[in-house]
């Protein structure tokens, strides 16, 4: 499915609801806007592309990642905003993310 930038906005600028019941709509469309495979469709077992992807912080402790792409990309929604930090490949292990940062 290809979504368009005017109906992205379009469909996003009216949301009002909190962040924890549309990120991963909002995610999704993202993907369906910039052409990009879904983490389910990308990756159906979830181990490196997904949702709720449990992390270790650099500044030490465990988090979670609202969305990660191990090696590529990690991000937490905010105020209706996804907001993406790159992540180096060398700070994952193959089992567990070991960066990320918000």
Not at 33 to 53: I, K, S, W
Not at 72 to 97: D, E, F, Q, R, V
Request: with cysteine; charged share 20%; proline share 4%.
């Amino acid at each position: 499915m290809i979504l368009t930038p005017q109906d992205f906005v379009s469909k996003w600028k009216r949301v009002t609801a909190r962040e924890k019941q549309t990120y991963q709509e909002h995610f999704l469309d993202l993907c369906h806007l910039v052409g990009h495979q879904t983490p389910n469709d990308y990756d159906p077992t979830g181990a490196r592309f997904g949702f709720e992807m449990g992390v270790a912080k650099t500044s030490g402790g465990q988090g979670w990642a609202d969305v990660a792409k191990l090696g590529y990309l990690g991000g937490n929604t905010k105020a209706k905003i996804l907001t993406w930090k790159k992540l180096m490949t060398s700070c994952y292990s193959i089992a567990a993310p070991r960066c990320y940062t918000t």
